[in-house]
């Protein structure tokens, strides 16, 4: 799209990533004009330039160089697994895209169309009444303005589209949903789910659930995306469309509609307010070019940017009613950011198996869903809430130290033994002192205040983070693992790149952000439905989450543009 063409739509989205790209796609089939904004550069489906090299293609096989690392992706550095050859042009540099810190933030970011949905992790899980009602019971923030039975029929509604494959195990905290088949266990993974839920009933290894597609349906994919194919490069961009993202998936349906413009490289400055109506009236847009402005108007805004790109949108769209941002009247905008936390798990090695094998690969391992703080019985006395586990088992290379020649060349053509490598996520409890906000005084290159995180984990993820290598250790030892190790790197929040909060929803204006439809207190024709939204973190990865409550809260705007009330 070009500043010539057309200014005044029925909706604008603000960002193309996993939320903003499924709002674009509800809104288009309910027949609005809709322009979504992207910051970034443009990218089509199947443009993933390393999709099929192989290690020995890209440059230092895949490595980084430091002096690289430290020029361009320093704060990212501090993540050593992150930055890659293969990645590296999906991901911002810290040396073009700058922040602040007070507390250390590892601040993740992708700025093209499709966003971070291009190289997510695709782990689908379901929140549960633990979840939305745990602030309530215990007394933290504030209680969420909707439960379970709210969001259920929309989870059912996005699973269904997005494709996620998993096994239904009938545990309460993390309901069952419309699966695909699932990627099963291979014969080590299965044998561990055996012998753990022999000592430890509760604690449920089962093959994660994710957005890749196990097996193709036509009515639901319709010749848009293809069967994965197990290539284990899925955050380089899948030329198969086989996991779900905004490329592969919602903008084509969008762009099928005849209703969607996408405008790239257009970074929004700030939402505009109409001080007579009470309601937004469009945007601010600074073109990356030009660095040109241009205004855009619509009668519904759906603020998709980020948790932190968002709130940061806000923040800055200050006027006579809202000095301290646009629907800021609770002064909560910008505080309780969340991430889970991780960096704590085990390793070790599972004697036996010696005479199997498996072929190919698979985009998931296993996951082992929250055990803790469930019930009386399950309670713990040191922290609130809980963590999960994501891992794998997998044969290992035979690389024996001290042998050359001959014998080095027989023996790495034998299988190793069997590793395993598990990594807890734990909950985030919001906290007003967590927060972000903005620098007015510091501008970047285009004239937008820059971001400022002060966050940090406290003494509930302290404790909990203890206990979850404690739990895990215990795990292997009673499935007769060997060389077991664990380790507690505290991690800084951000890390997990599940960021959350800063605009929350709540049932008091004056102290929440949003209502139980993702609509803005003091501004109703604007709705955020990214992670900026959420009122706690839960221990799932949140992003099924995103969508679900983006494609209910489009359907409530669209009823109440009917009914004439917007």
């Known amino acids: 799209m070009k500043e010539s063409d057309k200014k ?45 090299k192989d290690i020995w293609d890209l440059p230092n096989q895949n490595v980084v160089p430091y002096e690289e690392k430290e020029k361009h992706y320093f704060q990212q550095n501090r993540l050593n697994w992150w930055v890659h050859q293969e990645n590296k042009h999906w991901i911002n540099k810290d040396s073009e895209y700058s922040y602040d810190e007070v ?14 949905s291009i190289m997510w992790g695709r782990h689908c899980y379901r929140w549960s009444d633990l979840d939305f009602e745990a602030n309530k019971k215990e ?8 439960r379970y039975k709210d969001i259920e029929p929309w989870y059912d509604k996005v699973e269904t589209f997005v494709g996620v494959s998993g096994q239904a195990e009938g545990l309460s905290q993390v309901p069952d949903g ?25 604690r449920v290894v089962t093959p994660g659930r994710v957005a890749n597609l196990s097996e193709y349906n036509p009515e ?28 592969s998936a919602t ?56 948790t932190v790109g968002t709130t940061a949108i806000l923040l800055n769209s200050r006027s006579e009613s809202f000095p301290d941002g646009l629907g800021n009247g609770s002064g909560e905008l910008g505080h309780n950011i969340m991430d889970h936390h991780y960096g704590m798990g085990v390793y070790g090695e599972m004697p036996g198996f010696e005479d199997t094998y498996y072929k190919g690969r698979k985009p998931v391992g296993f996951y082992i869903p ?43 053509l034998k299988p190793g033994p069997y590793r395993l490598f598990m990594t807890a996520f734990g909950e985030i409890l919001p906290n007003h002192d967590n927060r972000m906000f903005l620098n007015f005084k510091k501008k970047d290159k285009y004239g937008i205040p820059t971001i400022t995180f002060d966050a940090e984990l406290r003494e509930n993820e302290i404790e909990m983070r203890k206990d979850a290598v404690k739990c895990a250790v215990e795990m292997l030892e009673a499935a007769g693992f060997r060389n077991i190790g664990s380790f507690n790197s505290v991690t800084a ?46 221990t799932q990865n949140p992003s099924i989450t995103y969508m679900a409550l983006t494609a209910r809260a489009v359907d409530y705007a669209d009823k109440q543009i009917k009914a004439g009330k917007l």
């Open 8 to 52: 005044t739509f029925d909706a604008i989205v603000i960002g193309s990533g996993i939320s903003g790209g499924y709002a674009a796609m509800e809104l288009c089939l309910k027949g609005y004009k809709t322009l979504v904004l992207e910051r970034g550069r443009t990218v089509k489906h199947g443009e993933y330039p390393t999709a099929n």
């Open 103 to 116: 507390k250390r933030f590892d601040w993740i970011r992708g700025h093209h169309v499709g966003g971070r």
């Open 139 to 146: 007394g933290i923030g504030v209680d969420w303005p909707i």
């Open 178 to 202: 419309k699966f695909l088949k699932p990627f099963p266990l291979n014969c080590a993974e299965q044998y561990f789910r055996e012998e753990v839920a022999k000592v430890y009933p509760e």
């Open 220 to 247: 639901v994919h319709k010749g848009l995306r293809g069967q994965c194919q197990s290539r284990s490069r899925c955050w380089r961009g899948c030329p198969y469309g086989a996991y779900f993202s905004s490329v």
């Open 251 to 306: 903008l084509p349906v969008a762009e099928e509609t005849g209703n969607l413009a996408i405008r790239s490289n257009s970074i929004v400055a700030e939402v505009l307010y109409d001080e007579v109506s009470k309601r937004a009236s469009g945007v601010k847009v600074i073109d990356a070019e030009s660095k040109e402005e241009i205004e855009f108007s619509s009668k519904i805004i759906f603020c998709n940017a980020s």
């Open 370 to 412: 929250r055990f803790t703080n469930l019930n009386e019985k399950t309670k713990k006395e040191s922290y609130l809430r809980g963590f999960g586990y994501q891992g794998q088992i997998s044969r290992s290379r035979n690389n024996p130290s001290e042998v050359y020649g001959k014998e080095l060349k027989d023996a790495i």
């Open 493 to 538: 929040p951000g890390a997990c790149i599940h960021e959350m909060g800063t605009a929350r929803m709540g049932n008091d204006p004056k102290t929440s952000v949003l209502n139980k439809w993702n609509q803005m207190h003091e501004v109703p024709n604007v709705f955020v439905t990214d992670g900026a939204c959420m009122t706690s973190s839960g």
